[in-house]
């Protein structure tokens, strides 16, 4: 069997296109892990669980992914609503980390 993924423009029929949704997927769950490691790693840095959530940084972010999106001709606007997804989940888990981190029982 091959397992060769295919780039979109090159695929031929639906088991082309669903390696490579598969093989893109697990790339960004890659992806993810690193972001969540940088999410550990900034509630370890931080000493004040209240500077967590900072909504300047959360825009801009978000901003950031949108205008990238649209640079690429992708549906932007759909993005930016999945970063926003994205940055409130990571707040969460930075949050839950930095309580797990500094727990005393």
Do not use: H
Not at 8 to 33: F, I
Not at 34 to 46: L, N
Not at 61 to 83: C, K
């Amino acid at each position: 069997m091959n397992d060769t993924i295919k780039l979109p423009e090159d695929c031929t029929d639906m088991r082309d296109v669903r390696r490579g949704v598969d093989a893109t997927d697990r790339e960004l769950m890659k992806l993810l892990e690193r972001r969540f490691g940088y999410m550990r790693a900034a509630a370890r840095i931080k000493t004040d669980r209240n500077v967590v959530r900072d909504e300047a940084r959360k825009q801009e972010v978000i901003e950031n992914a949108r205008a990238d999106a649209e640079d690429r001709r992708l549906p932007f606007e759909r993005i930016a609503s999945i970063w926003d997804a994205l940055v409130e989940a990571s707040i969460d888990y930075e949050l839950d980390t930095w309580d797990r981190l500094r727990r005393t029982d």
